[in-house]
């Protein structure tokens, strides 16, 4: 027997997992570079959907008082703090987002690709040379 | 249990000190960037650094009675505002990373200058500044989304720093990129277990919420919330299984970089893996899930054993100590799992013993970086007659890895030890044991290429710079110090178990 009441009325979670499941799928899945900073998006913005659809209060209004602040107590607001929160979420996930792009830019200049499985190739080839990496060379330290 | 605690309404200096501690790297960081010079950048990093230890230190005096430290930001009180709560266990985690930064920062002069391009040392040093502020805000809060954020600031810069590895080598790059990828999962999941804690409770205080989760245990989505935030520290804090980008984000960063997160970085995880399991959720809600017993147990001593074995078998003198840490981590965890105050205190104890041990070894390796062109242990092959002082740091630090008496190492392994028995879990202590032994072999070839494998026949002595030599020595002699000297650790640490356990 299926419980359509339990499975409508967390329909915002049902979203949330499959949106959440989607972007770590990409993440681990996909090879290219980008694509993985894609499913990290799509990843964390799941996250802040997850926060927005819990402040969410049934029948409840945008919580901003009067500008006489007179406050019917009869008035239903929504909990805007998860929204706050996501906002400071949203800012680190930006940051996130550009730190990554621009370590792609830095790999695609020293390895000629943004593919996992090349890097891979060009990485193995590098641990079992034994060779010594190239110092920075410049003796005048300051 | 009733505490004294201070607020924070008058305007004298010493009850502005928690938010000071972290305001001073934190206002740094930007002064660093506007004035512009890499040797001023150096003087106010040295500083910060210095500022912060002061602060933090007289923060434990304070707090050494069993007494709490409640700031109020900005004088809101909590549970609406944010609040700074400072007990015995923060506080010893500030000491340990404003201690280790001021120990690593007369190593960042010529380490820094050697491996990052003179153009970059502004940025470099201003990124290390926020990155202290992270680790710092991440212990001081009591508010459970101001972790978070203090996280990300942390683990933000510490991308930034892994990846200027690149000058040296590549494959910092892609190490920091994946180092990214999995730390922005765990962080974001850590985010979920918050929400769902929010939806139970209402707040985010942590006093508050622990509060109010009272008779809650059973409730699915206080289950499944704290599942998230396990996992999501645990990616942190490279939990066995989850410790992937460990050793490739040690190995390729920036010595000094290396030595200051390996002592700093997944010790401040551990810390919020503490707060969550004890203040939060209390030790009563962790025996009816078990959780210990069957998932922080095993994999406790799966990190303490393969992890070690594949230490033995490393190539790159930074790659084994980098193995190595996950397998201490893993005594940590096991001191947390034996579920007593005993156990707690030997997790504690090691925290601040390993931190210091690792801190000496990375910067040893740092030093084989510069004058042998590299940390392989090909390069090291004889670097015990043509660098003595540096290679006698390495073996006293190798000898505190191992748990040698005499050194901060034995300590915490006696007391770890002493606590398994103490509760009647025996097989553990053999398994300690056991670990020991595997980092004896570890260990013994560092040594045995340092002193016994003279390819060359090198005998010109070429010793590392001085200024690298005092930050290396002084963590030595921590070593030393600390495993002889035993009040303060002990103490500090047998307090914070209990106010951990009671609560």
Redesign the interface.
């Known amino acids: 027997m299926i419980n359509w009441e339990f499975i409508i009325g967390h329909l915002n979670y049902w979203f949330f997992i499959v949106l959440m499941m989607t972007g770590l799928y990409i993440v681990i899945a996909k090879g290219n570079l980008v694509k993985k900073v894609v499913g990290l998006n799509i990843f964390q913005t799941s996250v802040f959907m997850f926060y927005i659809s819990i402040g969410k209060v049934i029948g409840g209004t945008a919580p901003i008082f009067p500008v006489d602040m007179k406050i019917d107590n009869n008035i239903v607001y929504s909990n805007p703090l998860p929204h706050v929160l996501i906002l400071t979420a949203i800012v680190v996930g930006v940051a996130t987002t550009s730190l990554a792009l621009a370590l792609i830019v830095r790999i695609r200049e020293e390895y000629g690709t943004i593919e996992e499985d090349e890097i891979f190739i060009i990485e193995h080839e590098l641990d079992s040379s034994n060779k010594t990496p190239n110092t920075y060379k410049e003796n005048g330290h300051f | 249990m009733s505490l004294p605690i201070s607020h924070s309404d008058s305007f004298s200096l010493v009850e502005q000190l928690p938010i000071l501690q972290i305001l001073v790297p934190f206002v740094s960081a930007p002064l660093i960037v506007f004035i512009g010079n890499?040797?001023i950048a150096w003087w106010i990093t040295f500083l910060a650094s210095l500022i912060s230890l002061l602060i933090s230190i007289n923060l434990l005096l304070l707090v050494n009675d069993g007494s709490i430290i409640s700031y109020h930001i900005g004088g809101w009180a909590p549970p609406i505002g944010i609040e700074y709560r400072v007990d015995a266990l923060n506080a010893f985690v500030l000491v340990l990373i404003a201690l280790i930064s001021t120990i690593v920062a007369p190593y960042a002069?010529?380490s820094v200058?050697?491996?990052?391009?003179?153009e970059h040392h502004t940025l470099f040093y201003a990124a290390y500044l926020l990155c202290v502020t992270g680790l710092m805000g991440v212990v001081i809060t009591g508010d459970v989304?101001n972790v978070?954020?203090f996280l990300?600031i942390s683990s933000?810069a510490s991308?930034?720093l892994i990846?200027l590895g690149?000058?040296?080598?590549?494959?910092a790059?892609?190490s920091?990129?994946n180092y990214?990828?999995i730390g922005?999962?765990g962080?974001?999941f850590f985010?979920?277990g918050i929400?769902l804690l929010?939806?139970v409770t209402g707040t985010?205080n942590m006093i508050d919420m622990a509060g109010l989760l009272e008779g809650k245990s059973s409730s699915s989505t206080v289950r499944s919330a704290f599942a998230f935030i396990i996992v999501g520290v645990g990616l942190k804090l490279a939990i066995y299984p989850l410790h992937i980008w460990l050793p490739k984000a040690y190995t390729f960063a920036p010595s000094f970089i290396t030595a200051f997160l390996a002592a700093t970085a997944t010790k401040v995880a551990i810390y919020i893996l503490l707060r969550f399991m004890f203040t939060i959720f209390r030790p009563s809600f962790l025996e009816e899930l078990n959780v210990l017993n069957f998932v922080i147990l095993p994999l406790s001593i799966a990190a303490m054993i393969i992890a070690s074995l594949i230490a033995i078998f490393q190539?790159d003198f930074k790659g084994l100590l980098a193995y190595s840490s996950i397998a201490q981590v893993g005594y940590i965890l096991l001191g947390i799992s034996i579920m007593s105050e005993s156990g707690l205190t030997a997790a504690i104890i090691h925290l601040f013993n390993h931190g210091i041990t690792k801190v000496a070894l990375f910067m040893v390796a740092g030093a084989y970086?510069?004058k042998r062109?590299?940390s392989?242990l090909?390069?090291l092959q004889g670097a015990g007659f043509t660098m003595p002082w540096t290679s006698a740091a390495a073996v006293v630090g190798c000898l505190s890895l191992i748990g040698v008496p005499g050194t901060a190492g034995f300590i915490s392994k006696w007391i770890l030890v002493e606590a398994a028995i103490e509760n009647g879990k025996w097989p553990l202590a053999i398994v300690i044991i056991f670990s020991s032994l595997l980092a004896v072999v570890y260990c013994g070839r560092v040594i045995e290429t340092l002193y016994f494998k003279n390819g060359n026949d090198e005998t010109i002595v070429n010793e590392s710079p001085l200024t690298m030599l005092i930050s290396i020595w002084i963590a030595s002699l921590a070593c030393i110090y600390f495993g002889l000297s035993t009040d303060i650790t002990i103490s500090v640490s047998d307090l914070a178990a209990k106010m951990l356990y009671l609560k």
Do not use: W
């Open positions: 890499r040797t002069y010529k200058g050697n491996e990052i391009p003179k989304f978070f954020v990300e933000l991308y930034v990846s690149s000058h040296r080598d590549k494959r790059l892609t920091a990129f990214l990828i922005t999962i962080a974001t985010v979920i929400g929010y939806m985010l190539k970086v510069i062109g590299g392989l090909t390069n």
